[in-house]
């Protein structure tokens, strides 16, 4: 494991540390996701491009493949609470399965109207 992995402290929570494996004191939850589609050549793919936005409101840019971007957007729209570690540029996915409690605090609430 790196140096710094598993060290995750209060920004998200009290025991955390514990449920979190690898996660690097860097961990934050995602508050937006952006991506645009840059269109290719007939045939091509094209690329996509992704902006991250976490909790203390920093941003994080990837480059997903298509199939990439097919499980991101699943996982958005999957009620799930996500992390970006930017320390090893991982999107975290908790509550695939049942709720944590320390992922309460980090749920998105509802679109503003």
């Given at each position: 494991m790196r140096p710094g992995a598993n060290q995750l402290?209060?920004?998200?929570?009290?025991g955390l540390l514990d449920v979190m494996p690898g996660a690097s004191e860097q961990t934050?939850?995602?508050k937006i996701i952006n991506a645009n589609w840059v269109a290719?050549?007939?045939?091509?793919?094209?690329?996509?491009?992704v902006?991250?936005?976490?909790?203390?409101?920093?941003q994080h840019l990837a480059a997903p493949s298509p199939a990439a971007m097919t499980a991101l957007i699943a996982l958005t729209q999957a009620g799930t609470v996500l992390l970006w570690d930017p320390a090893d540029r991982t999107l975290i996915a908790a509550n695939l399965?049942?709720?944590m409690p320390w992922t309460e605090r980090a749920r998105p609430g509802p679109p503003p109207r």
């Open positions: 402290r209060p920004a998200l929570g009290r934050r939850p995602v290719g050549p007939d045939g091509d793919h094209g690329r996509f491009e902006m991250i936005v976490t909790e203390d409101d920093r399965v049942g709720t």
